[in-house]
Each structure stands twice: as structure tokens, then as C-alpha cells.
């Protein structure tokens, strides 16, 4: 290891610029640099314009002639960490074609290393989906990456042992950390055993760290839409994402119910029940509107009472002289008869009325056990 500390005294930290959390203080960073024992510092580390360069070869020499590791060339920060709050941020860039190394970690302090292992916390890269970044080898973080700049933040509440990542702002992983009392972070180029390419790079600019006494707040989460608004067609449906974002390391299954619909509106969720196991989930919420009917409006005419006149005719004045004109009304009387069926029958006609959208507040609640959290948003039927 190399003993040189460096400290990036007169490096501009940007106040206010880190996620989460309160009652931030900003420190300057100190490290030590690791690489390869058997070559110099220069040929694998450099620092220029604000720019800090690291890269190894797969058939590089570990950091120490009695360490069994993997090549590495990596910032590690001091000092140790061992309570409270503390939030790293960076700009990085990594190239799309190279492959299996880490590329930010949080580790064990070296006394319970053997205890709890010697790692809670490894950023990959990997040349996968244009440049990505992955929770160890497993879980897919971000994707796309290669060849640009992206902020990185890395929070580890020491309170409550959770740890949480966000990639250019968005949260895209929360965990528990492996339960130790001292820890610290390092970034740069640190070789993995999955495909490794003959060359690694890391470039890291932008270093920040704050601390914070932290807080020990219980697992919990919160819920909202996406779209934040919906708007369907009758006889058709519409369907807004509905995210729930796990908060101080929660893990657990959330169900959903909506309420708030028009009338002869439904919702359904797809899937039901979802579990935010260290970054965000999303379940899909449908809004089915049934086709309205034409409404119905009764015929204010009065029926044409000829049809009765006839029979009454018929039963009571049968004679020569009316024979004639009385089969004549039974004729008229049949023909209206026949009209009016042809209208919908006993004086009622189907008349339709246009339909004005509706504006409806919808609400849906996401629960999990005893916590309970809403989120609304518009539905206009149309």
C-alpha cells in the first residue's frame, strides 16, 4: 500500500449538493492510493485537470507483496467511519468495452474484517448494456452508462445499518449493511473474477463527503404515480405506473386498492403485491371506463286514442251506415300502432344525450402490515 495521503485541500465542495438526510456537514476527503506493488504510481494513477485516472492490467501484481487479491489501483478514504451518517458523491466514467472490475466499495474495518467479511457494499462494471452498474455481480443498477459522466451517491447510515445509491439522483438501491462498527469507502479500478478485459479504467472527478449524526428512523416507504395524471375513453382503459421507493432499508410486500372511480369505472393491479428489496418497485394500476348508454327520454305526446275509438266503435256502433269510415280508423289506427313500435313502443323514444368528461380524484393505497400510505392523482372519463 502505498503510505502517501492525499488530501484534496482547496477542492471546491459544493454545499447542499448531497441527496437525503439532514444536518449535513461538509469534510474534505483524505485517501491513500493503492496499486500494483511492483510497478509506480505514476504508470497506474494520475491526476489531471480535476481528473482522477486509475486503471490496472488483469496480469498486475496485488496492492502488496503478501496481499492474494486481485490487481487494484483504488482512492481508499480515511479516516474510518464508526457512527452517525456519511454520503459519498462523485462524478465517474468507465469505458463501455471493458469489463469486470469494481468500481466503488464499502468495506469492513480491518479489525472485523474476519468477523463480519470483508466487504458490505461493491459497485461492478461491467461492458454489459452499453456500460452498467450492478449491486456485486447480481442486481443491474443502471445501464447505458459508458463513455460519460455519472453522479454517483452512496449513503451509509451507521444508526440503523442501511446503505443507499443513487445514480444520476435517482435511488436505484437500498440494503442493510453486513452489521460491523467500522467501515470505510474506496473507489477506482479493483479487478473481478467474471470476464475480466486485459485493461480497466476509472475516471473520478467532483469528490464530496458530508457526515451527519444520522437518524434512526423505522423501515418504512413511499408511493406515488407515474403518469401523475390519467385520462380514458369510455369503453377503454387507461394505466399509470404506481412506484413504491423503500425507505431506512425496508423489504416487505405492499398491496394496493383504489377508490375514488366515476361511475362504471373499475381499477385493477398488475401484479397485486409487490417487494421493494433494495431499489424501487412498481406494480401497473389499469383504469377500465365501461361504454356509456344513450339515455332514455319518455315521449311527452300523448298516444293518439284512436285505435280505442275503433273498438269502441266495433263493440258499440256497429251499423251500415258506419260501416265504412269505422273500417277506415281501424285502418289508421293499425298503421299508427305499427309506428310507434317502430319508435320503441308505448310512446318512448331512444334519444341521445352527449356525454361531459368527469373529474374524478383518484386515490390509491399501498399497504404493508400496520403501514398504511396513500397517493392521488386526476382521471378525467371522457
Not at 491513500?32 to 481528473?51: A, C, H, K, L, M
Not at 468477523?115 to 461492458?127: A, C, I, N
Not at 373499475?266 to 339515455?295: D, I, K, M
Amino acid at each position: 500500500m502505498c503510505a502517501l495521503v492525499i488530501a484534496l485541500a482547496g477542492f471546491a465542495l459544493m454545499g447542499q449538493a448531497q441527496i437525503g438526510g439532514g444536518n449535513w456537514t461538509a469534510q474534505t476527503p483524505q485517501f491513500n492510493v493503492q496499486y500494483p506493488y511492483n510497478v509506480s504510481e505514476s504508470s497506474r494513477y494520475t491526476f489531471i485537470d480535476g481528473v482522477y485516472h486509475m486503471w490496472v492490467f488483469s496480469n498486475d501484481m496485488p496492492f502488496s507483496q503478501s496481499s492474494t487479491t486481485l490487481p487494484r489501483t483504488e482512492q481508499r478514504f480515511t479516516p474510518d467511519y464508526t457512527s452517525g451518517e456519511i454520503q459519498y458523491q462523485a462524478m465517474l466514467m468507465a469505458d463501455p468495452t471493458e469489463n469486470s472490475y469494481c468500481i466503488f466499495q464499502i468495506h469492513s474495518g480491518d479489525a472485523e474484517e474476519a468477523q463480519y467479511g470483508s466487504t458490505t457494499f461493491m459497485l461492478f462494471w461491467f461492458s454489459s448494456d452499453g456500460g452498467s452498474v450492478h449491486d456485486y455481480s447480481g442486481t443491474e443498477l443502471a445501464a447505458n452508462l459508458g463513455s460519460s459522466w455519472f453522479q454517483l451517491n452512496v449513503d451509509h447510515n451507521v444508526l440503523t445499518g442501511t446503505i443507499t445509491v443513487w445514480i444520476n439522483g435517482q435511488q436505484v438501491w437500498q440494503q442493510k449493511d453486513n452489521g460491523a462498527g467500522d467501515f470505510y469507502m474506496k473507489d477506482g479500478v479493483y479487478e473481478q473474477d467474471h470476464g475480466p478485459t486485459a485493461q480497466m479504467d476509472a475516471y473520478v472527478k467532483n469528490i464530496q463527503f458530508w457526515t451527519s449524526p444520522g437518524t434512526s428512523g423505522s423501515p418504512d416507504f413511499s408511493v406515488a404515480p407515474n403518469p401523475a395524471a390519467l385520462t380514458v375513453q369510455s369503453g377503454h382503459s387507461a394505466s399509470t405506473a404506481i412506484s413504491v421507493t423503500p425507505v431506512n432499508g425496508f423489504n416487505s410486500p405492499v398491496s394496493f386498492a383504489c377508490s375514488g372511480l366515476p361511475a362504471g369505472a373499475t381499477c385493477s393491479f398488475s401484479p397485486q403485491t409487490v417487494t421493494p428489496s433494495g431499489a424501487a418497485a412498481s406494480t401497473t394500476l389499469t383504469v377500465n371506463a365501461a361504454a356509456t348508454t344513450a339515455a332514455l327520454r319518455r315521449n311527452s305526446r300523448p298516444l293518439i286514442p284512436g285505435a280505442t275509438l275503433a273498438v269502441l266503435l266495433c263493440c258499440f256502433g256497429w251499423k251500415k251506415r258506419w260501416r265504412w269510415p269505422m273500417l277506415m280508423l281501424l285502418a289508421v289506427s293499425v298503421m299508427e300502432l305499427g309506428m310507434l313500435s317502430g319508435c320503441g313502443g308505448a310512446g318512448s323514444a331512444a334519444v341521445s344525450t352527449p356525454s361531459q368528461p368527469q373529474t374524478s380524484t383518484v386515490t390509491v393505497t399501498a399497504t404493508s402490515g400496520s403501514l398504511s400510505h396513500t397517493t392521488t392523482f386526476p382521471l378525467t372519463l371522457n
